[in-house]
């Protein structure tokens, strides 16, 4: 797989230049097998471990690509483990303090909700919507035992995680429009989404403190679908659902990107460049619109997980510079 054919290469390049490191970078998740490794390399050379926040990493490598020593970040992504021990990946930052997030939700059966994000919207419209509505529009996707099952495991939070990622809003919203029931591959829903969108409709984001709030944006989905008959098998024409479903699409992006920013702008009197990173940075309605407040992103470090070590290294030198400082 694609770890052997890293590990092979860096053992490779220590041998090579016989390199012996005195610091090895790692990120903060306790099970990703690069974690493991960077444990093992840190024994053999009786180096320093030190682990980065994955979206922290995310937020450097923006700032030092850009020459940034003091940055507001918006950081959107799948997931990321924080600090909290939760699943983050709706974040703001003030240089590396986190100063605000997208609403937690349950993530149903762990992992099990990225493969069927429908585990998603169901804790989301447990929130957003209650159980009678929930029940009638989860009916598409479940059975009346598993939701049953699936509301049980909601109030007892069992098997369950907290998060706060940007990738489980988009995929639910995707299952919510009813274009995907499954994630066959990292990052399918939030595409799907994308490529249905078109022109959004008008909704203001809802920020409480410092959390933007996407139950409403949830209710929101529903309201507008339930005048189209949408939840009831859409008697509709397909180019009627098509047109209705973009906006939707659309509204879904550009209420993130709009809430984030005003998260990210409140959380300073300081006039700060805002950068924005993470696999999200790859949605072109959401850097459009952020681009178009003049936030900035990658151009020559990729945005997601590929310019996670570039960021790391980042992070690591700004930390100790103001040790230093």
Known sequence: ?????????LEEFLT?????????????????????????????FRARLVRIQHHRAHAFSVAAEHGLREFLAIVCDGLGWGDDDTIWGGEVFLND????????????????????????LFSILEKAVGTARRARIMQRFFSEEEQAVLSRQLAEQFNS????????????????????????????????LEA???QARELAPIVEGRVLLTSPLFSFLVEQSEEHGATQR?????????????????????????G?????????DAKLPVVFGGGCAYNRFM????????????????????????????????????KNS
């Open 16 to 44: 090579l230049t016989r390199a012996r490191p005195r610091i090895v970078l790692a990120d903060k998740h306790p099970g990703y097998a690069t974690s493991a490794y960077a444990q093992e390399l840190a024994r053999r």
């Open 97 to 120: 303090e986190r100063v605000g997030h997208l609403e937690a939700h349950t993530q149903l059966g762990g992992d099990a909700a990225t493969r069927e994000p429908a585990r998603m």
């Open 260 to 268: 984030l920013y005003a998260l990210a702008r409140s959380a300073t």
């Open 234 to 258: 859409d008697t509709s024409s397909t180019h009627k659902r098509d047109e209705w479903r973009g906006e939707l699409a659309a509204t879904v992006f550009t209420y993130l990107a709009r």
């Open 196 to 198: 249905a969108a078109t």
């Open 287 to 322: 850097t459009a619109w952020l681009c178009s407040k003049g936030v900035l992103v990658n151009n020559a470090v990729p945005a997601g997980d590929g310019g996670i070590a570039f960021g790391q290294v980042a992070a690591y030198l700004a930390n100790a510079r103001n």
């Open 1 to 9: 797989g694609s770890f052997a054919r890293y590990k092979k290469t």
């Open 161 to 192: 995680i907290a998060t706060t990622s940007c990738g489980r809003v988009l995929d639910a919203a995707a299952v919510f429009l009813g274009l995907c029931t499954k994630r066959e591959y990292d990052g399918r829903p939030a595409m799907l």
